[in-house]
């Protein structure tokens, strides 16, 4: 650790209870100036608890809190901001009607004669951007950049808030790759500039990129802190949740049936074009490219959320057509989306209505819902999903990620799904919660139904899937039967012109 500062935090002995639940259960954590520290572990393992103690969100019950050596009570947000903590979360938490330069002086616009000092703030703000090397104008709205842009707005106004230490709670779930590159290179520049991190990822391979340090958490204890370059990522994940990843990713496969989906020279320009495979019934099929190599868009068109301009789709061998998302679920097509908050879910409905909101027509009469039999569905799936909740009438947005997906998928089972495309499926959720929707997809199958799935990480595609279509830049370029699985060929073909 001698390549690292002075102390920054220390955290001793930390103890939380709420109601019937020990949260933490004497934590040690500790931080240096210039070091990025990791913090891991499955939804419960008690890390946004520690988080929320340390910027004054929560109370601490026992222990002790050092700040650069001293002992200190952090009673509020506002007490952590003055000592030095800030944070950046998943959710941007700036006025998105405001400028750049207005969110950085928000709630203390300094002020010239008695008129708002315009040159003061763009000139401030520019220079803090600059210094961070951030390409944004601080006139921009901040409505009008990019969530990444957003997101660099967002440390750069923490570290003008004099913070030292700062903590990134899932920085990259919205982000692209290229996106998420430029986010590690500003983490690097907070580094040399000695500030502290903590970072906080379900991304293990975002920990051994960008962190020094790993903290493991599970049940609410801490398990182990080590550098990152003594661990590998099956060590980790085997502390965090007690088995290894390829034993996740170890699901039953059904023999392979007959051909329940036929795509033939789906053509959508500039997307992509002349795209062609098949789908068994029983089988996996995943889908494999790199950002912006149009795979997402093929499996919106064959559900029909979005229109394509030639080509055939056959289910069953029939021809269909398939021009509306009813068209797709007619067909007993379902789509999970990646960004399943936005487009999945209705996150201010209930567990029960989220359920079945897909097919409420199947539970009506003359435009009544029969109440009984869409508490009975809910409480189903509930069960069968091992979906954690209070109740049915609990609010989706009140979820955990993993259990949120669980929703998802319940309201396509719920609707006789016979076809499910799960879209990038495990962003977003903590190790356990992985091996759970796995389990899932092992349920899927086993009903007979079939799975295409997209996943930027290709040892998950590899892992799971019976086939690999590779797309790159709206083209297929291979598609790999899984005794031709190699993951240096699989990006061959996703990264090189054919």
């Given amino acids: ?52 103690i340390l910027t004054g969100a929560y109370q601490k019950d026992e222990g002790e809190i050092y700040i650069n050596g001293k002992q200190v009570e952090i009673k509020n947000p506002i007490q952590a901001k003055k000592l030095g903590i800030g944070a950046v979360y998943q959710d941007i938490t700036l006025a998105p009607h405001l400028s ?22 763009h000139k401030t703000t520019s220079e803090i951007l600059k210094e961070l090397d951030i390409d944004v104008n601080p006139r921009t709205l901040v409505k009008d950049l990019t ?9 750069a106004k923490t570290v003008y808030e004099n913070a030292r230490i700062i903590i990134f709670d899932e920085p990259t779930a919205l982000l692209a790759n290229e996106e998420t590159e430029e986010l590690f290179r500003l983490i690097r520049t907070l580094k040399e500039n000695k500030i502290g991190v903590i970072y906080i990822s379900h991304r293990l391979e975002e920990i051994f990129t960008i962190c020094d340090t790993v903290t493991v958490m599970k049940d609410g204890a801490w398990v182990n802190t080590l550098p990152v370059e003594r661990i590998n990522q099956d060590e980790l994940i085997s502390m965090m949740v007690g088995r290894s990843m390829e034993d996740m990713y170890f699901i039953k496969h059904p023999e392979r049936g007959e051909k ?14 002349d795209i062609s495979f098949d789908l068994h019934r029983g089988e996996i099929l995943g889908l494999f490219g790199l950002v912006g190599s149009g795979r997402t868009d093929v499996v919106r068109c064959i559900f ?35 960004d399943r908050k936005k487009q999945g879910l209705a996150l ?11 097919s409420y027509n199947m539970i009506s009469r003359w435009g009544i819902i029969n109440l009984r039999k869409e508490k009975k569905r809910a409480e189903k799936y509930v069960s069968e999903l091992s979906i954690k909740t209070p109740s049915i009438l609990q609010r989706v947005r009140n979820l955990s990620g993993g259990n949120q997906q669980k929703v998802v998928i319940s309201k396509w089972l719920c609707r006789d799904s016979r076809i499910f495309i799960f879209d990038e499926p495990t962003v977003g959720v903590d190790v356990g919660a992985k091996g759970e929707i796995y389990k899932l997809f092992e349920k899927i199958l086993s009903e007979g139904n079939s799975i295409i799935i997209i ?12 086939r690999i279509v590779v797309m790159r830049e709206g083209r297929c370029t291979g598609i790999l039967n899984r005794e031709e699985f190699d993951d240096e060929k699989i990006l061959r073909y996703a990264t090189v012109a054919t």
């Fill in 1 to 52: 650790m001698s390549e690292f500062g002075n102390e920054l935090i220390r955290m001793e002995n930390i103890h939380k209870s709420f109601p019937g639940v020990k949260a933490l259960k004497g934590v040690n954590f500790s931080l240096r100036e210039g070091e990025v520290h990791g913090l891991v572990g499955e939804n419960g393992a008690g890390k946004s608890t520690l988080i929320k």
């Fill in 100 to 121: 750049v330069g207005e969110n950085f002086f928000l709630g203390k616009l300094p002020k010239k004669n008695n008129l708002i000092d315009w040159n003061r703030i």
């Fill in 147 to 155: 969530v990444a842009q957003q997101e660099m707005v967002m440390i």
């Fill in 260 to 273: 329940v989906l036929e795509v033939k020279n789906l053509t959508k320009e500039p997307r992509f074009r």
């Fill in 304 to 338: 029909g959320a979005d229109p394509y301009d030639s080509g055939e789709i056959r289910i069953n061998g029939e021809k269909v057509e398939i021009r509306s998302p009813l068209d797709g679920i007619r067909h007993g097509i379902s789509l999970l989306p990646e």
């Fill in 348 to 358: 201010a409905l209930t567990v029960s209505v989220n359920t079945n909101l897909a």
């Fill in 455 to 466: 996943s930027s990480y290709l040892p998950e595609v590899m892992g799971l899937a019976d």
